[in-house]
């Protein structure tokens, strides 16, 4: 049977949360502007998997209605379920709706999720709003391991010269993973400080690392 608008809105409208998914997925194969309308439905579905498969494809449709789209996303952070909120916070990013960076900051200073913290953080360069530059700074100094290397990852890809002086101490970190991730973010900065750094990790203990480094200086 081929896929429709009606077949889709009719599996989005269904009973049975299986069938309200698989509409959730068959939204790729329709016009982008017909996708954008109909996901409007599942976004706010009963069910915690349909909405969390919604809302992580309103990266990709929210174009159509930037607008829309962030009314729906804005929504979606204030979700019951942490994986819809991290889901929201992803696509805000990925649509660089920046009307949404104080409800991104809200969320990470109240929320005790970690997924949900790590997703913002992680979007926050893509999201590209000078704002978050203190935020950022904030996450650089977490205690959760899992934040920190994504934090220096956001401030390169800000590109607030001000993360440098930030950066170059995790040169020296003892996890070669967060020595890596300072040479991508410096990379980004086209300061003699920054340079230095990533020549000195040229020397790096780890391969990876030295090698990352040697590529950035040839970039």
């Known amino acids: ?21 698989r509409g959730v997925n068959q939204l790729r194969q329709l016009d982008p502007a017909i996708a954008f309308e ?6 706010v579905d009963s069910n915690v998997r349909v909405r969390y498969a919604a809302v992580s494809q309103v990266a990709t449709l929210g174009s159509q209605n930037l607008s829309a789209a962030l009314q729906l996303l804005q929504v979606a952070l204030a979700d019951l379920e942490p994986d819809v909120q991290a ?3 992803d696509s805000i990013c990925a649509l660089r709706l920046t009307d ?7 969320l990470y200073r109240h929320t005790s999720e970690w997924l949900v913290q790590f997703s913002i953080i992680a979007g926050l360069g893509e999201l590209g709003d000078p704002r978050s530059f203190d935020l950022l700074v904030e996450a650089l100094n977490s205690e959760n391991e899992v934040i920190q290397p994504v934090a220096i990852g956001s401030l390169g890809e800000l590109g607030d010269v001000r993360a440098v002086e930030l950066l170059i101490p ?5 996890d070669w993973q967060i020595r890596q991730r300072v040479v991508q973010a410096l990379a980004r ?8 750094t990533i020549e000195t990790l040229t ?7 030295a090698e990352q480094a040697k590529q950035a200086l040839a970039a």
Do not use: C, K
Not at 100 to 106: F, I, P, R, V
């Open 87 to 89: 889901a929201a916070a």
């Open 100 to 106: 949404a960076y104080a409800d991104l900051e809200t």
């Open 203 to 209: 020397q790096d203990e780890t391969e990876l690392v």
């Open 38 to 43: 109909l996901i409007q439905i599942p976004v």
């Open 1 to 21: 049977m081929s896929i429709t608008p009606d077949s889709v809105r009719n599996l989005l409208q269904s009973q049975d949360f299986g069938d309200r998914l």
């Open 170 to 174: 995790y040169a020296t970190n003892p």
């Open 189 to 196: 900065f086209n300061t003699p400080d920054a340079r230095s």
